[in-house]
């Protein structure tokens, strides 16, 4: 899936899905992913999305993976489940990620969910710097 590195961090997604993982100090921007031009249009395709949600700005972090990011992130709002994200009303999208390919997605789940809460925390700012709710974007 490409490169992903921050200051010449040494993260790298490899082309059979695998990843390598250096010692660095700042969480990694992602060079070839697929941005939607607009999520509305991307919203229901195929492939996958990494998304995290939270009750608040600076709240506690859901990282989760869907195939369909709207009807997951409704699930998450109407409550469906009896899991984490309704024990702490964890309602508010506030970062999403799609991939081509739901294995990638799926991979860079995994790592996310490893990663320290600061770094979660500055790709969240650096996609959006007011922690806003985006579901309605995704409509």
């Not at 409550?79 to 994200?85: D, I, L, S, V």
């Not at 309602?91 to 790592?111: F, P, S």
Request: aromatic share 12%.
């Amino acid at each position: 899936m490409g490169v992903c590195q921050a200051g010449g961090s040494g993260f790298h997604f490899l082309q059979n899905g695998g990843f390598g993982l250096l010692a660095w100090a700042h969480p990694p921007s992602c060079a070839g992913l697929s941005r939607a031009s607009t999520p509305a249009q991307h919203a229901r395709m195929k492939g996958g999305w990494v998304y995290i949600v939270t009750n608040r700005p600076n709240g506690i972090l859901y990282t989760g993976v869907t195939a369909d990011l709207a009807r997951r992130i409704y699930e998450h709002r109407t409550g469906a489940g009896a899991g984490f994200t309704q024990r702490y009303g964890l309602h508010r999208l506030v970062y999403y990620e799609r991939y081509e390919d739901i294995v990638t997605a799926i991979q860079r789940e995994k790592n996310v969910k490893h990663w320290p809460r600061a770094w979660k925390a500055r790709l969240i700012v650096e996609f959006n710097e007011d922690w806003r709710d985006l579901y309605d974007d995704l409509a």
